[in-house]
């Protein structure tokens, strides 16, 4: 009994190793160009849900927000400094230490920007850009950093904006390492470190010694508790990388989400949770067999329900992994959110006695989201796996009853 | 006016989540009093039920907070 277990647990650690590797190396390329144009959304937000008779007000703070970091903060923007939080940037921000003239100095690491444009790739560090306030000339192209944006200086050298402020110029074709990307890389690290010791473990004994007791139990619970109840037979062998990949990494980018000062928002993408979303979309399309095909489209209903019956069918198929995506991302969005808000009010109020109320409400609504953390993990893991079975179940008999 | 109905909406939206879960949290509790040898089935149950439950509130949250 132990050798079996032993065994299967080998063998699926072994085909998780290197199948994690290799998912690792796929994802990171696809969600590095993805978030290139996740980027998009930044000026949006900042936009769309404003009034049209709080526009003025809005190009007065405008500018205020352009000198952000050059001059004091007149007035504390709580919804400025949590979109900032929020979204991806080209430079990892840490701290503002404020200097004796009052205003405050910004520390960041720096990260690579990568752009491509009219066949001409330049890579340099995001420091050229000195916090967004100053261009960067490679070659006879000047690159100019907007709200977290790229773009590429016109003839003048300046940004032409329209009359939402957006900026109109062109944009090169982004791959810099931001910091959703970095964070990537650095969760991708300790999962191969996590795992690799876990793998390595059972090469010497079937007993888990160090590393490997801590995962085996996880990696049984996904195993036993998602995969087999939902995916018949032997075929969750075949798909049971997959679900321990997606597991183990949305639940290490949560928990990496939720450090304080460093706290790259990898999950509050959406770009980010649209690839998982359409990988397991991609899983299912590609391992669906005929009976499920067959419910599609000719559904067990009597045959003048088709009309109606089809098209949601359909439609279904893409529903579903886009509820993924927003239950994901809207989950742990709204968690930051929230725990941000409660420290805005602090500077809000301008009191030091409202942290007396604020810090523990953060304190709870911290642990809420380490559960938060793990529980939306093991939801998409979950769900995921009830469609992969959905899509390989062979044929059973249809009762009246079995109307799926 | 966008931005007042846009709180409108979500709060719209958190008022269903509230009242669904809810729900979910009584039947359940119910539940485990009349079996308690059931509760930790009842219990997962429960769970998966109420992030189902909250993805379709943070939907909606999202779609009128940001649209």
């Given at each position: 009994?132990?050798?079996?277990?032993?065994g299967?647990?080998y063998?699926?650690?072994?085909?998780s190793?290197?199948?994690?590797?290799?998912?690792?190396t796929?994802?990171a390329?696809?969600?590095?160009?993805?978030?290139?144009?996740?980027q998009?959304?930044?000026?949006?937000?900042?936009?769309?849900?404003?009034?049209?008779?709080?526009?003025?007000?809005?190009?007065?703070?405008?500018d205020?927000?352009?000198?952000h970091?050059?001059e004091a903060d007149q007035?504390f923007?709580?919804?400025d400094?949590?979109?900032?939080?929020?979204?991806?940037?080209?430079e990892w921000?840490?701290v503002?230490?404020?200097?004796?003239?009052?205003?405050?100095?910004?520390v960041?690491?720096?990260?690579?920007v990568?752009?491509?444009?009219n066949?001409q790739?330049?890579?340099?560090?995001?420091?050229?850009?000195?916090?967004?306030?100053?261009?960067?000339?490679?070659g006879?192209?000047?690159?100019?950093?907007?709200h977290?944006?790229?773009?590429?200086?016109?003839?003048?050298?300046?940004?032409?904006?329209?009359?939402?402020?957006?900026?109109?110029?062109?944009?090169?074709?982004?791959?810099?390492?931001?910091?959703?990307?970095?964070?990537?890389?650095?969760s991708?690290l300790l999962?191969?470190?996590i795992?690799?010791?876990?793998?390595?473990?059972?090469?010497?004994?079937?007993?888990?010694?160090g590393?490997?007791?801590?995962?085996?139990?996880?990696?049984?619970?996904?195993?036993?508790?998602?995969?087999?109840?939902?995916?018949?037979?032997?075929k969750?062998?075949r798909?049971?990388?997959?679900?321990?990949?997606?597991f183990?990494?949305?639940?290490?980018?949560?928990?990496?989400?939720l450090?304080?000062?460093?706290?790259?928002?990898?999950?509050?993408?959406?770009a980010?949770?649209f690839?998982?979303?359409?990988f397991t979309?991609?899983?299912?399309?590609?391992?669906?067999?005929?009976?499920?095909?067959g419910?599609?489209?000719?559904?067990?209903?009597?045959?003048w329900?088709?009309?109606?019956?089809?098209?949601?069918e359909?439609i279904g198929?893409?529903?579903k992994?886009?509820?993924?995506?927003?239950?994901?991302?809207a989950?742990i969005?709204?968690?930051h959110?929230?725990?941000?808000?409660?420290?805005?009010?602090?500077?809000?109020?301008?009191?030091?006695?409202?942290s007396?109320?604020?810090v523990?409400f953060?304190i709870?609504?911290?642990?809420?989201e380490?559960?938060v953390?793990?529980?939306?993990?093991y939801i998409?893991?979950?769900?995921?796996a009830?469609?992969i079975?959905?899509?390989?179940?062979?044929?059973?008999?249809?009762?009246?009853e079995?109307?799926? | 006016?966008?931005?007042?109905l846009?709180?409108?909406?979500?709060?719209?939206?958190v008022?269903?989540?509230?009242l669904?879960?809810?729900?979910?949290?009584?039947?359940?509790?119910?539940?485990?009093?009349?079996?308690?040898?059931?509760?930790?089935?009842?219990?997962?149950?429960?769970?998966?039920a109420?992030a189902?439950?909250?993805?379709?509130?943070?939907?909606?949250?999202?779609?009128?907070?940001f649209?």
């Open positions: 009994m132990h050798r079996f277990l032993g299967v647990i063998g699926s650690m072994k085909i190793n290197r199948a994690t590797k290799l998912l690792f796929i994802l390329p696809a969600l590095l160009s993805m978030s290139a144009f996740g998009e959304h930044p000026q949006h937000d900042d936009h769309h849900g404003e009034a049209t008779e709080q526009h003025v007000d809005d190009h007065a703070n405008h205020d927000h352009a000198d970091h050059g007035e923007d709580a919804v400094m949590i979109m900032h939080h929020i979204q991806d940037a080209h921000h840490l503002d230490i404020p200097q004796e003239d009052g205003t405050s100095k910004p960041s690491i720096p990260l690579p990568i752009l491509y444009y066949g790739l330049d890579v340099f560090m995001s420091s050229a850009f000195h916090h967004g306030h100053s261009p960067v000339t490679k006879d192209v000047t690159y100019i950093m907007d977290g944006n790229i773009y590429v200086a016109n003839a003048q050298g300046e940004l032409e904006y329209d009359e939402e402020h957006h900026a109109l110029n062109d944009k090169p074709l982004d791959l810099s390492i931001t910091k959703n990307v970095a964070a990537m890389f650095l991708i999962l191969v470190w795992f690799g010791s876990t793998a390595k473990n059972y090469k010497k004994t079937h007993v888990p010694r590393m490997a007791k801590f995962m085996e139990p996880l990696v049984l619970f996904v195993r036993d508790d998602i995969a087999r109840p939902n995916i018949e037979g032997d969750y062998k798909y049971l990388p997959f679900l321990l990949t997606i183990f990494f949305i639940w290490i980018n949560n928990l990496l989400g450090i304080p000062v460093l706290a790259p928002n990898v999950t509050g993408n959406i980010f949770t690839v998982l979303a359409a979309l991609l899983i299912i399309l590609f391992s669906g067999n005929k009976a499920y095909w419910h599609i489209l000719l559904p067990p209903v009597p045959w329900l088709y009309i109606i019956m089809v098209p949601v359909i198929i893409f529903t992994p886009f509820a993924l995506m927003i239950r994901l991302f989950n969005t709204a968690g959110i929230l725990i941000l808000s409660l420290v805005s009010l602090i500077f809000i109020f301008k009191t030091a006695w409202m007396l109320m604020s523990p953060m709870f609504m911290f642990t809420l380490l559960l953390a793990a529980l939306q993990a998409f893991t979950l769900l995921a009830l469609f079975g959905m899509a390989v179940e062979e044929h059973h008999g249809h009762g009246e079995d109307v799926i | 006016m966008t931005g007042t846009a709180a409108i909406g979500v709060g719209l939206s008022l269903g989540a509230g669904g879960i809810g729900r979910i949290g009584g039947s359940a509790t119910e539940a485990m009093a009349r079996q308690p040898e059931a509760s930790g089935k009842i219990q997962t149950a429960m769970i998966i109420a189902l439950i909250e993805g379709v509130a943070l939907f909606g949250v999202v779609a009128s907070a649209f």
